[in-house]
């Protein structure tokens, strides 16, 4: 499992990858939950891009749970993209979509929470 953060405009994109297990879970959550710390409202937009995550036990969901609630009490909120095609159907089961704003691609939700965002994607480096 990896978390990897970065700063675009305002919005903090984490992008995940690996496979989030019982085993991996506490990692995860001890990587996710500190770089959401500041994000409240206008001020930083989370972004999660899940593209990479291959599996994702109750485990790992309940981390993601967890993140939304810290978010929440920041009045700010976290976004996923980029589910795989298991991790959507696991979304679907579990009503998550109802927690989480989902969106199919990265670029799609940089669309929509942070136009500034999404222009800074299309700026070369």
Sequence with gaps: MECQAQEIA???????AGRIDHTAAK?????????LDDCS????????????????SSAGLRVLTLAAKQCRKQNGEVV?????????????????????????????ALETISPAAASACDRPS
Excluded: H, W
């Excluded at 305002?10 to 995940?16: A, C, E, G, P």
């Excluded at 990692?27 to 770089?35: D, G, R, S, V, W």
């Excluded at 996923?80 to 009503?95: D, M, N, S, T």
């Design 41 to 56: 409202g206008e001020g930083k937009k989370a972004l999660l891009d899940l593209s990479g995550v291959v599996y994702m």
């Design 80 to 108: 996923v993209a980029a589910l795989q095609p298991l991790l959507q159907e696991v979304f679907r089961i579990g009503r998550l979509e109802t927690v989480f704003k989902v969106f199919k691609t990265v670029r799609e």
């Design 10 to 16: 305002n919005v903090r994109l984490v992008r995940v």
């Design 27 to 35: 990692a995860f959550e001890n990587a996710l939950l500190p770089l």
